[in-house]
């Protein structure tokens, strides 16, 4: 009987990983096809085809889940903007980067970021309020206005902050307005491309 016990134990070690990616992957295609509010957690252990109880042994609850997901979301998205990044870029190479990085990303996942920027309200009711997707955007926006401050093609009296957060909020609602209008994306990264540079260019 211990021999059998034993032999087992490899096989238990390899199945808490499998089952975890097999709960993100049904977690990240019923979060996209339904939303957070229609999603359960029975569902998402139903989809990985898995015991409802597996879905606790790796998650508290349907936040938790979510939050990993749009965390997932967000490292893949951070990966796709660092390899369109190159050394000796400038500024207005650099913006048009990150924004040619976003759409391309959102058009290979398709609906990923429509769900992962959910409204954080209906998430935060469940639990301690979590750092919004679009404030994390915001951040990331306010270190490449600090690195064009340093390197003097922006302008050094921004609270680079500010800036970020404003940007991410101007992107976000353009973007809703370009896809509403059908408007072609390569239009849509030039207009931000020039706005952003023209706005951040030192005095």
């Not at 976003?102 to 309200?121: C, F, I, K, Q, W």
């Not at 940007?167 to 976000?172: K, R, Y």
Request: charged residues 30%; neutral net charge.
């Amino acid at each position: 009987m211990s021999e059998h016990v034993t032999s087992l134990e490899p096989l238990r070690g390899r199945r808490k990983p499998e089952s975890l990616a097999r709960l993100k992957q049904a977690a990240r295609k019923l979060f996209v096809e339904r939303g957070y509010d229609a999603t359960r957690p029975q569902d998402i252990a139903r989809e990985a085809g898995l015991g409802h109880g597996t879905f606790y042994l790796h998650y508290p609850d349907k936040r938790a889940c979510f939050l990993a997901f749009v965390e997932d979301a967000r490292q893949e998205l951070d990966a796709h903007v660092r390899a369109r990044r190159q050394p000796g870029q400038s500024l207005d190479q650099r913006i048009a980067a990150n924004l040619t990085a976003m759409y391309e990303y959102a058009d290979s996942h398709p609906g990923v970021l429509r769900a992962a920027l959910t409204d954080e309200r209906m998430i935060d009711a469940e639990g301690v309020e979590a750092r919004p997707l679009l404030m994390q955007w915001g951040d990331e926006w306010a270190d490449l206005v600090r690195e064009a401050v340093r390197d003097g093609s922006a302008r050094s009296s921004y609270c680079a902050d500010i800036i970020g957060q404003a940007i991410v909020g101007a992107l976000h609602q353009a973007s809703r307005e370009c896809h509403r209008s059908q408007r072609c994306r390569d239009e849509l990264v030039q207009n931000l491309t020039c706005f952003l540079t023209q706005a951040l260019k030192p005095d």
